[in-house]
């Protein structure tokens, strides 16, 4: 077994894009950070070195952390933060799993700039036999002219929301579509006939995204680092945090430019007036008898087959058409049978403003968003370093409920009133170690636009149902896939819809469910679970390293 090792330093580095200057916090000074490659099975140390004045962690998004809990990142869930100096070695294993995931700050909104890929080549050939000619890390973000750390606590502070941001980028880069970035522009080369797998990841901090390349179709083979049965459409949707591995071939006739636009648009289900939806970068088709470089200006930003903003038939219908690879090599171990089910509405609320302050939520009250009308309270120390130490110092409750408070219809809720029972706390689901889990995520689609992709740490599931409307206990179920249903790590429940997804839980330790919108977690759209540690020695977590940070 290898070890690969890596020096993170999280520090300032000041970043230009739409002719606006600021400093942007970074992994080694590069936007997007270093990307982290890995084999299969290989032992990883990375050690993070905090340079700045303020807290940072890092999270290996979808890294399994089987034992090994206290790598996983997300601030007061796992570890206290890596105080400004201080660093922390992340150490872990990547055991059975492979393909593309992303790893990203998990502190704030500090996942803004400090994100990057994480590819884990797989031991084994790919399950496809196009041969590949190169492997394109493709990385969707957002960038904001303004100071983002002040846009978050503002929303703190006053229960408000973000700005939109000021353009999607295509790896660190906006495009022709705005102000002064032609020359950041995302070109990429093709040699005609040639087969890519371009690893697609998106760490956008608030929006869903649609991807499509003129004229190219794209075949779908992984998502959340999970083989697909390949799925050939001609666009995807990619919601924060999934990742998805598509292959392209360079099979048309190249065009007068050699150059093929690729774009990638917000998912909204309603629209907002906006221009700057849109980022366009290139696949320019390599020809050895064209010497003139092509200059993006003159050329055409059209995707037609780029659905529209409000296209959620196409976003649903994509998502539900993934499904697992199951073949004997990887098989799709769905639990047939489960032991422990739980419902759970998520949320968008609103809430009184208290007398005296000023609210910027909507009509004047403060935005909150729940599970269950819980509302998450960050802790001021790690969930796991008090459940381990068995400090009882009301860092968190157990009791996380189960069902929602008040029978949930979906036709029904549309008050303002029903919204506003929020509780808050840090209420967390306790588990033994094995339990067959169920959770059905229930959208109210009270305030919301949009899907929300929820995301599970420590743990795969299977996505067996989903739809719009309520959720059916009786009638969803039977119609179940517990054949092939696709296994992720962020799963887009539908707006005004829900998703039923289930796994087990045999990884001992703390994990963090939350929406991978960042402002849905700032307001509160969060639980956590326990796995407890199973019977067997190699069923219980490690002991925390001696370099864990404090709080
Ligand atoms: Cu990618 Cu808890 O996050």
């Not at 890596?6 to 739409?18: A, I």
């Not at 294993?93 to 990203?104: A, D, E, F, K, Y």
């Not at 403003?353 to 309270?377: D, I």
């Not at 009133?417 to 967390?428: I, L, Q, R, S």
Request: hydrophobic share 35%; charged share 15%; with cysteine.
């Amino acid at each position: 077994q290898t070890t690969r090792r890596f020096k993170f330093n999280v520090e300032w580095k000041k970043v230009t894009r739409l002719c606006h200057a600021k400093q942007l916090l970074t992994v080694n000074g590069q936007y997007p950070g270093p990307t982290i490659i890995v084999d299969e099975g290989d032992n990883v140390e990375i050690k993070v070195t905090n340079k700045i004045a303020g807290n940072t962690t890092i999270h290996w998004h979808g890294v399994r952390q089987y034992r090994t809990g206290w790598a996983d990142g997300p601030a007061y869930v796992t570890q206290c933060p890596i105080r400004g100096g201080q660093s922390y070695t992340y150490k872990f294993s990547v055991i059975n799993q492979r393909g593309t995931l992303l790893w990203h700050a998990h502190y704030g909104w500090q996942r803004l700039s400090v994100h990057g890929a994480f590819i884990i080549k797989p031991r084994n050939p790919f399950p496809f036999s196009a041969p590949i000619q190169a492997e394109i890390p493709i990385i969707f973000g957002e960038w904001w002219n303004v100071d983002v750390d002040a846009m978050e606590n503002d929303i703190v502070l006053y229960g408000g929301g973000p700005s939109g941001s000021d353009a999607f980028t295509i790896n660190g880069l906006p495009g022709p579509l705005f102000p002064c970035s032609t020359k950041d522009t995302f070109i990429q080369t093709v040699e005609p006939g040639k087969t890519y797998l371009l690893r697609i990841i998106n760490a956008a901090l608030n929006q869903e995204l649609f991807f499509a390349i003129a004229n190219h179709t794209l075949t779908v083979v992984e998502a959340d680092a999970v083989y697909t049965k390949p799925y050939t459409t001609s666009a995807i949707m990619i919601a924060p945090g999934q990742t998805t591995n598509v292959l392209i071939t360079a099979d048309q006739n190249p065009n007068p430019t050699n150059m093929f636009p690729m774009a990638t648009r917000a998912y909204l289900t309603s629209i907002f007036p906006s221009d700057k939806n849109t980022t366009v970068g290139y696949l320019r088709y390599k020809n050895t008898k064209t010497t003139k470089k092509s200059n993006p200006t003159t050329l055409s930003y059209n995707v037609e087959n780029l659905p529209l903003m409000n296209d959620n038939t196409f976003a649903t219908t994509f998502s539900d058409s993934l499904r697992s690879l199951a073949s004997a090599q990887y098989p799709c171990n769905v639990p047939q049978k489960i032991d422990k089910q739980v419902v759970t509405t998520i949320s968008l609320n609103l809430q009184d403003c208290p007398p005296g302050k000023t609210c910027q939520g909507y009509e004047g009250k403060n935005f909150l968003a729940s599970m269950n009308n819980q509302s998450f309270v960050r802790p001021y120390m790690s969930i796991l370093e008090s459940y381990y130490k068995n400090l009882t110092k009301k860092v968190f409750s157990k009791g996380f409920p189960t069902k929602p408070p008040n029978a949930f219809d979906y036709t029904g809720v549309n008050s303002l009133t029903e919204n506003m029972n929020t509780g808050f706390g840090t209420k967390v689901l306790v588990l033994p170690f094995g339990t067959n889990l169920e959770i059905v995520f229930q959208d109210t689609a009270f305030l919301n636009l949009e899907n929300h992709p929820i995301h599970v740490h420590g743990h795969n599931f299977f996505i067996v149902g989903a739809g719009f409307g309520n959720f059916d206990p009786v009638r969803h179920p039977k119609k179940y896939n517990l054949i092939d249903p696709p296994e992720r790590n962020t799963v887009a429940v539908p707006q005004g819809g829900w998703a039923a997804i289930r796994l087990k839980a045999d990884n001992p330790g703390v994990w963090f469910i939350h929406c991978h919108i960042e402002v849905h977690t700032t307001w509160g759209l969060a639980t956590a679970f326990i796995v407890q540690n199973g019977p067997s020695p190699n069923q219980s977590i490690f002991p925390p390293p001696k370099d864990l940070p404090t709080c």
